[in-house]
């Protein structure tokens, strides 16, 4: 299952092994409403920077459609085999997604895709033998992009270059990649101090440890806010 909230966090979007979207009212747990969403398990899910919208990465294909309706938006085949993940960047016009080889689940992704929203066409291809790409976080301007490979390699990229530097080498276990409103990219996990889980935060870009805290239940993934 994949899941996700809208911007202002009153609806959350699922996708399930059915194939699915069902959008819950987050306040009463109630289903709003649900919509066909494709054949495949899903790679990723993302809405749209003003709610309108919600997409599914899923096989080989990108689909949205309108949260209010569910009329498609976009359908885009993609280029380079099947969706790992997916985020839509806050300007609204772009597409990133991690994709590996098809019908190979537990296969890296190592490629890092960009596609134009409205024309459905590939605009950057980036590809790396050491990363995978497991899960993308826009910065707030769209021009970067934080790759997060869980307990691999995490890596910033500037979009409009393509170039690619690595970060968070001091974090083993960077489950979690997101940015601040103001452009700083941050990594989060869980790690075992004295037998008992912390969650450290550190500053992508410097490596510099900003807070830990424990973790009050074990879990894998902590979320941004």
């Given amino acids: 299952y994949k899941m996700e909230f809208n911007p202002d966090g009153t609806l959350l979007a699922t996708y399930g092994e059915d194939g699915a979207v069902r959008l ?21 899910i993302a809405w749209s920077p003003d709610g309108a ?4 990465a899923a096989g080989t294909k990108i689909r949205a459609w309108q949260a209010a309706t569910g009329k498609n938006v ?6 380079h085999g099947e969706a790992a993940s997916l985020a839509w960047s806050p300007d609204g016009k772009t597409f990133a997604v991690g ?14 895709c ?3 929203m409205d024309t ?20 707030p301007d769209s021009k970067q992009l934080l790759v997060n490979g869980e307990r691999v390699n995490c890596w910033l ?24 409103q103001d452009g700083v990219p941050m990594l989060a996990g869980p790690v075992e101090v004295d037998k008992k889980t912390v969650i450290q935060i550190y500053r992508a870009d410097t490596e510099e440890l900003l807070d830990t805290f424990r973790a009050e239940v074990e879990g894998e993934h902590p979320e941004w806010a």
């Fill in 114 to 116: 960009l596609y134009d």
């Fill in 53 to 56: 919208a919600i997409a599914v």
């Fill in 99 to 112: 994709q590996r080889p098809i019908d190979q689940p537990e296969a890296p992704a190592r490629h890092l």
């Fill in 24 to 44: 819950w009212n987050s306040e009463t747990g109630e289903l709003a409403r649900i919509f066909v969403g494709a054949d495949s398990p899903s790679g990723g």
């Fill in 157 to 180: 990229m500037d979009t409009v270059s393509g170039s690619t530097r690595p970060v968070g080498t001091k974090l083993v276990n960077h489950q979690t990649a997101g940015w601040t």
């Fill in 74 to 79: 976009c359908t885009i085949a993609l280029s």
């Fill in 120 to 139: 459905g066409k590939l605009v950057s291809d980036r590809h790396r033998d050491d990363w995978s790409v497991e899960q993308i976080a826009w910065s």
